[in-house]
Nanobody
Framework: QVHLVESGGGPVQAGGSLRLSCAAS?????MAWFRQVPGKEREGVAFIRRDGSTSYVDSVRGRFTISKDNAKNSLYLQMNSLKREDTAVYYC???????????????????WGQGTQVTVSS
């Protein structure tokens, strides 16, 4: 069992930055950030694997950076140049597996945090 707790969301103006954090109760090999807006499916935006390699959805590549601190069992998402369309509830996801696929869908992940709201205004 892994417990995930996100923090760092809030209101921000377009063009601004936010840093999301996810505290995990223990190390989880495959982790990711997803986001969801009402009426839409949960969308994966950034993925990090056991070896530290990362992948991003096209809409955030170059603006968002996912990172982790294994010593602290923590995951981060640095979000720069935020746009109104980045407004969503952001979730931390994890799965302890020996192999982390490239960009899995939400159904592949086992553990989820409660989410943190990010609201970008113009």
């Amino acid at each position: 069992q892994v417990h995930l707790v996100e923090s760092g969301g809030g209101p921000v103006q377009a063009g601004g930055s936010l840093r999301l954090s996810c505290a995990a109760s223990r190390y989880s090999g495959c982790m990711a950030w997803f986001r969801q807006v009402p009426g839409k499916e949960r969308e994966g935006v950034a993925f990090i694997r056991r070896d530290g390699s990362t992948s991003y959805v096209d809409s955030v590549r170059g603006r968002f950076t996912i990172s982790k601190d294994n010593a602290k069992n923590s995951l981060y998402l640095q979000m720069n140049s935020l746009k109104r369309e980045d407004t969503a509830v952001y979730y931390c996801a994890a799965r302890f597996d020996s192999v982390c696929p490239g960009m899995p869908s939400a159904s592949w992940y086992v553990y989820w945090g409660q989410g943190t709201q990010v609201t970008v205004s113009s």
